[in-house]
């Protein structure tokens, strides 16, 4: 049954370890239950349906992930994405709330569309390999940006750009020791290592003042304020042109990069090298983003932190299952969840930053015309904070390197065309 259902396999995996990986996930992506409210509030949105939107598009959406794709990725809304909903849509336009999440249910729509025309399919397959094995490298990266940036180990410089934090305070501090003690538990391979990192930090933190405990059991608010308050006056604007362009190409290369990269660190394909239920997996995102419009929330997508469950050996649906049950769980115990302080969940990134650096030595840095590519894909996606960015100028260094030197036969159609499509939103 759970074969059937989750596509489990006994011979690859346990189901206890399958749980583990599944709350391991959610603990290191339970902030979107805070963050995410906190940012689309900002446009006049009700936080608390926010909060209670934002738990349930995660549950559903990842548990159409688990029993349709089959694939241990979780789902919620995106973040970069519900920035550019408050800041840029409404925020930057002027244009409401209402109107954002228009732009957000036609974007979705669109993507349906385009998986039945297996269009997005066909995008990921004219990548090249070196790029590929970037993607997951870069998301690596990427991740492990986030944690140090999340514990203040590394903080925003007006001259630099960025520098190193200051250290002495406890969340730092305690950063540091559980990026330590969850190493340790990885070298002695104690299973659960990284949700036993999670719980110990929370834990120590209760004395440093660091996990501040707000109850336990609370009820969840209704969603009534922003349900269903979709806005049709002005979608033939162009401004809705740009809106809604922006968010599918954003929405459509985050997607891609984090299946990608996650498939590829947990070893996910076909005997014929793709991806399992690609397909599957796209419909779900897209059909996610159109219903999580209507609830009352900007673009879900796959969330890149799903590589934290695949670390400690999530490989089917079943990961996913246990995360959409704990997003569920969270709508009652919502206190408790959110008292998980960052300090607890920063190691778990930056530990998964290191252990998606292994695709790196499928990269031959000998052969510039793959390695140049490969690290301009890599550096771009936590020095521009986004996947989609690491794989455009990735993908464009290869096609230009590769059409300009006596490796031209290397590049196909297809990458010439998704070349010019990236050039052109650029230019555009």
Not at 107 to 136: H, P, Q, W
Not at 185 to 199: D, F, P, S
Not at 306 to 313: C, K, M, Y
Not at 406 to 412: E, G, I
């Amino acid at each position: 049954m759970l074969t059937k259902l989750f596509g489990f396999n006994p011979n690859t995996s346990t189901i206890r370890t399958e749980v583990v990986a599944g709350i391991t996930t959610f603990l290191t992506m339970a902030y979107i239950l805070a963050v995410n409210p906190a940012i689309l509030c900002e446009t006049g949105m009700d936080k608390g349906a926010l909060f209670t939107t934002t738990a349930l598009m995660a549950a559903i959406a990842t548990m159409m992930m688990a029993t349709i794709a089959k694939l241990p990725f979780a789902l919620a809304p995106g973040m970069g994405l519900n920035a550019f909903f408050a800041y840029t849509i409404c925020l930057g336009l002027g244009y409401s709330w209402q109107f954002a999440l228009t732009a957000v249910f036609i974007e979705g729509i669109i993507f349906i569309l385009l998986t039945v025309t297996n269009l997005r399919e066909m995008i990921v397959y004219c990548l090249s390999d070196s790029i590929k094995n970037a993607i997951s490298v870069g998301i690596g990266m990427f991740i492990a940006y986030i944690g140090l940036q999340n514990s203040g180990i590394i903080v925003s410089n007006s001259a630099t750009q960025v520098t190193l934090g200051g250290l002495g305070s406890a969340t730092p501090i305690l950063t540091i020791v559980g990026t330590i003690l969850t190493a340790i538990l990885l070298v002695k391979r104690v299973k659960g290592a990284l949700l036993i990192g999670i719980l110990a930090i929370t834990l120590i933190g209760i004395p440093c003042g660091v996990t501040s405990m707000q109850g336990i059991i609370s009820t969840p608010p209704s969603i009534e304020p922003i349900f269903f308050k979709l806005e049709w006056s002005n979608i033939f604007t162009t401004d809705m042109l740009i809106v809604v362009s922006t968010l599918l190409f954003l929405d459509l290369f985050d997607t891609i990069g984090t299946l990608v990269g996650v498939c590829n660190k947990a070893n996910i394909y076909t005997p014929d090298g793709k991806i399992p239920r690609l397909k599957e997996a796209f419909m779900v995102d897209a059909i996610a983003t159109t219903l999580g419009s209507i609830m009352g929330t900007s673009t879900v997508t796959t969330f890149a932190e799903s590589a934290t469950g695949v670390s400690e050996g999530g490989r089917s649906g079943i990961t996913a299952a246990v995360t959409s049950l704990c997003f569920l769980a969270a709508l009652i115990f919502a206190p408790l969840f959110l008292s998980i302080p960052s300090a607890a969940t920063a190691p778990v990134l930056i530990i998964v930053g290191v252990m998606m650096m292994e695709s790196v030595t499928k990269i031959d840095f000998t052969n510039f015309a793959d390695a140049v590519p490969a690290f301009i894909c890599i550096i771009m996606m936590p020095l521009s904070y986004s996947i989609s960015n690491g794989i455009i100028f990735g993908h464009l260094a290869f096609v230009a390197i590769n059409l300009c030197t006596d490796n031209h036969k290397r590049v196909s159609t297809g990458m010439i065309v998704l070349a010019v499509i990236f050039l052109l939103r650029f230019l555009l």
